[in-house]
């Protein structure tokens, strides 16, 4: 006689709001003890300390606190720049690539043109190079795609390590020192090409720009007949050819956007941040931001929560490792245990677990 299974999965029609944020809160929790234990078994620490110094790895201060929301802006804003792509079934992985044409396009002309233009002009052409540079970047697999038919991922996944080699090709031409292998910080003393303070906040034009980019993303995706047509092409390209949707034009036409958002990214990070150019610029957050957009199903407002409880958590763990004497490999380990949790709490929230009662 054949037993039935003790649980029994099945996928959720619908959940509500409050139940979707109390797993996500049972899993950072738990996240958060796992963490703690992960500590206590290295240096045998009381783990109400290691909470109180994720905290303040984060918020510990106001220098902190602008230091995560200024990474938060930058992981949001590649977020967003994804979420078409995928919201089309275009697995671009290509965030990282993106990010990096993008920041040597603004680095190329805050570095050649400094002296020779007035600062607003030159922060506008950084701007529309960088976006350029990253839609340049964005068409490459998406003509492929679109007319040979390749595969995106491996596309995309491989054009990263060309923008690496580009980054790294014109490092040699702007070493600053010369031998240094580095660019160093850009116009440090004129701030040539930098995002200008506003009330004393050097993130001000960060957070503009990224809010507007957040917002009409949204509006773009719920509302618009571009956004439908992303939609439909994302569920099935039959039915788009059959409702008479131009397949290959929306497919350029989203890479065309997902790759100018992640150059922007890539200009916030020169012109607005780091006011430097490396291979490490984009620091990994472009597979990072993978994780954002699919957790927040493509809602870019729910991004702006999910970002922040990332690179949160994210502080947490760097300053966990410096506090406790750990190398900078346990930061990572811990990281990675929270983003562990919280993509298991994204099956709960697909699916849900019962007990399966037998019947006599």
């Known amino acids: 006689m054949n037993k039935e299974p003790f649980l029994r999965m099945s996928r959720r029609e619908s959940i509500p709001l409050w139940k979707e944020a109390l797993i996500y809160l ?29 905290f303040d790895g984060a918020l510990g201060s106001k220098r902190r606190i602008w230091i995560t929301v200024r990474d938060m802006l930058t992981l949001l804003c590649i977020a967003v720049g994804l979420a078409p792509a995928f919201r089309m079934r275009f697995w671009n992985i290509g965030a990282e690539g993106q990010i990096l044409v993008g920041g040597v396009a603004a680095a190329a002309l805050m570095i050649n043109l400094a002296d020779k ?40 996944l491989m054009l990263n390590y060309v923008a690496m080699q580009v980054v790294t090709y014109c490092i040699i031409f702007w070493e600053n020192p010369k031998g240094s292998n580095s660019v160093g910080i850009i ?19 960060n957070i503009v720009i990224v809010a ?20 439909v092409v994302g569920e099935s390209e039959r039915t788009a050819r059959y409702a008479g949707i131009n397949v290959k034009k929306v497919m ?42 699919w957790l ?34 346990a930061s990572d380990v811990l990281l990675g245990i929270i983003l562990f949790f919280i ?10 677990v019962e007990l399966n009662h037998h019947k006599e």
């Open 187 to 205: 116009n440090q003393s004129t701030r040539a090409g930098w995002l200008p303070e506003v009330f004393g906040n050097d993130y001000f034009w």
């Open 343 to 352: 993509l298991g709490a994204e099956f709960f929230v697909r699916y849900k």
């Open 117 to 156: 233009i007035p600062n607003v002009l030159l922060i506008l052409l950084m701007f529309v190079a960088a976006a350029a540079a990253g839609i340049v970047w964005g068409l490459i697999p998406a003509f492929f795609k679109a007319y040979w038919k390749t595969n995106e991922t491996l596309f995309t």
């Open 252 to 293: 350029l036409r989203t890479m065309a956007i997902s790759g100018a958002i992640c150059g922007i990214a890539g200009f916030i990070a020169v012109s607005g941040s780091g006011h430097t150019i490396s291979t490490s610029t984009a620091n990994g957050r472009g597979f990072t931001a993978i994780i954002v957009a």
């Open 296 to 329: 927040a199903r493509f809602n870019t407002f729910a991004m702006v929560l999910i970002a922040f409880g990332i690179v949160f958590m994210e502080k947490g763990a760097i300053q966990i490792a410096s506090q406790y004497g750990l190398n900078e490999s």
């Open 212 to 231: 507007v980019l957040t917002v009409s993303m949204f509006i773009y995706l719920r509302y618009s007949k571009g956004g439908y047509e992303v939609a």
């Open 26 to 54: 049972a899993a950072i929790l738990l996240a958060l003890i796992a963490c703690a234990g992960v500590i206590y078994a290295l240096v045998q620490m009381n783990p109400i300390d290691v909470y109180k110094a994720i």
